[in-house]
């Protein structure tokens, strides 16, 4: 699936949405471990696409994942 939006200074601008199939579904609140393994990889995998330092990266993906998990 591709989205494609017009920004107002007329440049196409790409949107990539990505998405992980969970292992199980239960009631609760957070990311198992398994899915937070997943997203760090996904930040791997990104570096393919586009450039960005994946350190930083990984530091502010699990820094968020604690704030909303409280892991």
Sequence with gaps: MRFTILNSDGKNRKIIVIGCKPK???VGYG????????GLKVIEKLKEF?????EEAKKR???????ITNQ
Excluded: G
């Design 50 to 54: 586009i450039d960005f330092d994946e």
């Design 61 to 67: 993906f699990l820094s968020i994942i604690r704030q």
């Design 31 to 38: 990311l198992s471990e398994e899915m937070i393994k997943n």
């Design 24 to 26: 199980e579904i239960n």
